[in-house]
């Protein structure tokens, strides 16, 4: 999916958790992301990731990273 | 079968605890204080008579024929307006008695017209009952005198005489059968809240009179029934019931419009339906209704309703009726094509709102089990998903806290983005009732709404710019943190402790005080001031919420801040208090809770729990996809992005109801099948390759649970008028695709559901029969059900404060779009419309208007009635302007009701950050004058054409 519009929602999602502090901030972008984002969202924004990432905030980043490396998810279907 | 008639006591019921014992025609009777001796004897069966007395309105005294005599006491006083006392002993029927009433019942008559025979309400006529109980045989007074009846009397025009009143489309005013016993009048004034109706002249010349003389619909008169529920005779009558004659039998049922959820008797002749009542037992409305649920109910046999299923294989072409085995393959080929081309996760479905628990469930089940992943959403996610979100994170359960009940116990009301006298217009009611009785009102809303301008209701109106909700919020907590005004007590007991701290912390920073967001939010400190200190300590403080909190960018975020508030005052855990969300449609809550969202199973279960995807696996026998699927903007995402290429759509017009239209018919035009199950061709059917036509709620069984997690019966009246009941069609399509679920009754459904979901564990249509209806969580701990929520402690275990800070949206306004557009509702209308739009209830709301402060218009040189053209980034349309201050300055509202305006062309594609629920309610615009319809009016209008030919099925030889 269009990693412009992904981007945007991460982003959208590190803002709330910002106030919250880094340390709280980054599980919580990262369960958020895990409990609500279907594979090929997840797929496509980590694949940005990989591509640098660019646009993401460095909390959203290092969420993603976490996530990134607990995460299998199931080949395209 | 037969007509239920319920017991009218006569006066209300009284809810004082202390009894009283007095002996009524013999017999000892013990009623607690307060009841009238009228009420008493019919609670001990004994009928007094009576015309001005019903128990939905406050006794009044004026008929003269419910006299009683009193031993020891002079006179013969009114039973209605008299209160029991200990030791009383009371005659209802005395020599004295019979004589005084058969004489009032001779002046009545003398003045009645004595056509009972042709009469609408013959049959059910209190005047007619009375003057049989009586025994009135004779009228001495005879017919010729100073008379209503006659429009002319000895050979002139009689100047009492006035003519009938048509103008209502649902019921007639036939004054000349008026006995002005002011029933209708105390109706529309107690248990409606409006006020309408007065009555004007004294003695003989007492007259009816809907405002000053004006005709019914001409007068402030919200056609909300209650009046003509009151009327004793046939003065106020339906029109159905003039039509058709009496209902020989009635069944209740539930009312499909909105989350208040009605209890309805529908009363029938035949599968006929002659006329909806209100059920007096019915827990959610206590025998009141709205214009919608009463009367807006002709959409059910509309001659547009789709009756046959069709198909077709490209939208340009014309639709074909085929039968419902041939629709059920050429779906199920399309989307298993689908799933082989494109992989198993390039389908998926939306659930709806207005449809069944049942049915939804079965829809999920599809998805999930048949479809074999879990791309399932529901309309719930364009309005109360940042209700499921913020209330599951800060007190565990995505539920409103309270029943409507609680209300009465209420002393201080925040209604917040709602407009219930709108929206759902019986809850309103029943809170104007207790507002009047002194409970204090707070409203925050960009607009002056129906509930502030309400008669008799003093609202203290923070009218906020639209999308600074989160600041507002917060600004009232640092107002009630740093005043001193925290219960700290209950926060100790029942929250986390240094959750709250850090929260306290964070709302009490100078930057969150009312005066520092004034800018933002444009709310004046000192009335925010007084509005939290206010709810913090006027008793028991209760909140609630529409969609304009949660459809924002912040919705989720205002959500968690309502409930800090709710936590930080201990306004939560008992009759009068909590947060209580404000359900769109009549089964929001149940879809959500069935298990409808792409992430979780029903009773709101991460679908990545193993245990819980065990239980499911188990009883339905096949191995279910753990990772979450997409939401209805992903599903749209995915559609133009081309790896989301069919969809199964029940109930919902998602063209219509979604925002940014364009990418809408973007994502519809990119899918090779999109299935539309509805009542109607609806916009999303011009979209579509297979229609399956739906059923309404009077042919089916099923069950509701409306907005205070009520679950109520759905009862079938009719056969289907498609053949198939809307389970019966998802089951049939499922078949199709491979995938048996056999059921034989919506019952067997609900077996299922409580077999695999904890808070349903002890549903069935036995228990719902036998109570009525019951609010989950009703299991072993709660066998009956749970009325009020985290009466002890959080069903999470501590309550959780969570940091809200303020995030400005997005959209922006700026040169090129100055005015911030948010939009509403109406009472007469109902979504987007394909129900209301198609019964009398345009003669209300024809059409859409864009409400437009006089200084933006003036200089914009817009008049009143002008069309406009309204354009944001996303799009443009044009409607007709409605010059008017209930909208501030930069400010402009209108509906989103009829599709030729498309007022979601307009909407973006900003959502909620934790659950992509759109943003409607902040949409940056300008407005020009119009000469007419836009470009994509005009060719949209042009498509829908097109698209809705029908090609009849040949007749069979």
Redesign the interface.
Known sequence: MSPDRLIYMANQIGKFFQSQGHSKAVPGIAEHIKKFWDPRMKRAIFAHLDAGGAGLAPDVREALTSLKQTTTLPAAS | MSLIEEIDYGTPRSKSETMVTLTIDGNQVTVPEGTSIMRAAMDAGHQIPKLCATDMVDAFGSCRLCLVEIEGRAGTPASCTTPVMPGLVVHTQTERLKKLRKGVMELYISDHPLDCLTCGANGDCELQDMAGAVGLRDVRYGYEGENHVFARSHGCDNDHWMPKDESNPYFSYDPSKCIVCSRCVRACEEVQGTFALTISGRGFDSRVSPGMSESFLGSECVSCGACVQACPTATLTEKSVIEIGQPEHSVVTTCAYCGVGCAFKAEMRGEEVVRMVPYKDGKANRGHSCVKGRFAWGYTNHKERILKPMIRDRIEDPWKEVSWDEAFSFAAAKMRGIQQKY???AIGGITSSRCTNEETYLVQKLIRAGFGN??VDTCARVCHSPTGYGLATTFGTSAGTQDFDSVEDTDVVVVIGANPASAHPVFASRLKKRLRQGAKLIVIDPRRTEMVEAPHVKALHLPLMPGTNVAVMTAIAHVIVTEGLVNETFVRERCDWTEFEEWAA?VAQPNNSPEATAILTGVDPKDLREAARTYATGGNGAIYYGLGVTEH??G??TVIAIANLAMATGNIGRPGVGVNPLRGQNNVQGSCDMGSF??ELPGYR?I?GDAVRDQFEALWNVKL?P?????IP?MF??AV?G?FMGIYVQGEDILQSDPNTSHVVAALSAMECVIVHDLFLNETANYAHVFLPGSSFLEKDGTFTNAERRIQRVRKVMTPKNGMADWEVTIGLAKAMGFEMTYSHPSEIMDEIAALTPTFAGVSYAKLDELGSVQWPCNEKAPEGTPVMHIDGFVRGKGKF??T?Y?ATDERTGPRYPLLLTTGRILSQYNVGAQTRRTENVVWHAEDRLEIHPHDAEQRGVRDGDWVRLKSRAGETTLRAEITDRVAPGVVYTTFHHPDTQANVITT?YSD????CPEYKVTAVQISPSNGPSDWQKAYDAQARQSRRIVPAEAAE
């Open positions: 992989g198993r996760d879990n791309n964070f960018s912040q989720s975020t792409p992430h991460h990545s996809n990772e979450p699927g997409l939401r992903n995402d995915a992005e790896t969570v940091v800070e995030v594609d950050w934790a659950t992509n």
